[in-house]
């Protein structure tokens, strides 16, 4: 490709509204145009990045066994309405209306849309397993759009779903396709770790995250760096903190502490580790008549270390807390303490309300905790004496780094990454709701079981530049940039021999199968290098009438702070090395 065939279009500055790195790259290296609030134009350099991603992912989808097919993005609402999401998922699906007043929505994905093809298609055990993957445009009605392509509301995604006779089955299918996303993002050239997950919404038992790992990344991954530990940060098991309950020492006493209504402030006034302190968190559940008014309530009270935080994701696996719950009124909290929030704890209750502790909590003698009234604490706490053993026992809280990994093998780490990928086994989950079954060997119908596989093929563009980039601009792994290499000419219309050697290091590149650009457009030698620094091309090659002259050009990867000088004859062996061609 020749540049002056191309569209180049860079800008000097960002717009105003691009937040973060990756946003104001990709719109200042002219790779995406802003159409409304979180929709965007894919310009030609951007599409290129977009092309190769498809590339490798339908390579290694394929070379899984794989099948492609393509979805449509409008679905009639009738196949999301047997599975009951087309009312639960909420305001994010996308919901639309034809002339004749029928209901459809825009696609966020297609759990429901595969499993009616399956229901209809896979009727016998020797169909099965059967992988069918595609990649298409989705839809999601993002309250708040931002970080450009990170969460924009209109993304391409490519989205895989598998078919399988029993449990054991699916499982070799799950294993499959996580070996396959595996060389996937080997192959784009990223740093990246694939962490147990929570399913969330979406449904199903066994998930991993494939996370991008970037500073600037949202989600919070949990690993330990002398094993294979790895996790999200809402699902990462955090094990009990001291080896056992020790006696207690202290007797209960209530202490004034006028004012301080957080653990940090108490600590300070009492002179104690903040670990020796207990935090209080109160939680309410509803359990709803037919009428779906509330016919009763049931408060609960959480309690973790005074340094640690509550999560809710693992809050929400207790049992009697797995229907939903809400974070209690003050009214509530009032009618059953006694006392505004601040000095709350398990002991003086004024209603009896259901106490869960988390598993360090459980184990703590003498601790502090809230005396359910205003300005004081009970300092000197213990289980058995003082108060009765919780009622659950369980891990709510966030780890740390610094705690135990739970498989025993080292200390954990926490680092950001940007969730890329998402690999869940759904089991029935769907099949059920759509009544999508098969025959069996003795001719019995029994429900498919499911997996399903999702990667954000254009959010990869956006983490590979969170991941990858410096103050000249973006910085892109050879397998996904726009171009893989560059050549840059100075001068070419006033030289023919800088002309010629452009031309014919362009042909020799291309015969080798390089992805090359040469840029024929005449610009300063400053502005054409700022150009290609700004997109991230990975390889520069820079021809001058005076190297000509010494039989040299000047060879510059991207991640090199200067050139280096190469003779025109090596130039050609050096990228092959390189590029490992």
Known sequence: MKASQFFVSTLKEAPADAEVVSHRLMMRAGMIKRLGAGIYNYMPMGLRVIRKVEKIIREEMDAAGAVECLMPVIQPAELWQETGRFDKMGPELLRVKDRHGRDFIVQPTSEEVITDIARQELRSYRQLPKNFYHIQTKFRDERRPRF?????????????????????????????????????????????????????????????????????????????????????????????????????????????????????????????????????????????????????????????????????VKAGKVEGLKGGFRFATAGEIVDHFGCKPGYLGPIGLKKPVKIVADRTVAVMSDFVCGANEADFHLTGVNWGRDLPEPDVIADIRNVVAG???????????????????????????????????????????????????????????????EQNHDARGIIWPDAIAPFTAVICPIGMDRSEEVKAAAHQLYDELKALGVDVLLDDRGERPGAMFADWELIGVPHRVVLSDRGMKEGQVEYQGRRDEAATKLAVSSVVGHLKGLLKL
């Open 148 to 312: 450009g392509l990170m969460r924009g509301r209109e993304f391409t995604m490519k989205d895989a779903y598998s078919f399988d006779r029993d449990v054991e089955a699916a499982g070799r299918s799950y294993d499959n396709m996580y070996a396959a996303y595996c060389k996937i993002f080997d192959r784009f050239g990223l740093q990246y770790r694939a962490v147990a997950a929570d399913t969330g919404a979406i449904g199903g038992d066994r998930s991993h995250e494939f996370q991008v790992i970037a500073d600037t990344g949202e989600d919070a991954i949990v690993y330990c760096p002398t094993s294979d530990y790895a996790a999200n940060i809402e699902l990462a098991e955090a094990v009990a903190l001291l080896p056992g309950r020790a006696d207690a020492l202290q007797a209960l006493a209530k202490t004034p502490t006028p004012g301080k209504a957080t653990c940090e402030e108490v600590a300070l006034l009492l002179g104690l580790p903040l670990a020796q302190t207990v935090k209080s968190l109160v939680l309410a559940t509803d359990e709803l008549d037919k009428d779906g008014a509330v016919a009763k309530t049931q408060v609960w009270l959480l309690l973790v270390r005074g340094d640690h935080d509550l999560n809710e």
């Open 403 to 465: 705690d135990p990994s739970p498989d025993g093998q080292g200390l954990l780490a926490i680092q950001r990454g940007i969730e890329v990928g998402h690999v869940f086994y759904l089991g029935t989950k769907y099949s059920a709701a759509m009544n999508a079954t098969f025959l069996d060997e003795n001719g019995k119908p029994r429900l498919l079981e499911m997996g399903c596989y999702g990667i954000g093929v254009t959010r990869i563009l956006g983490a590979a530049i």
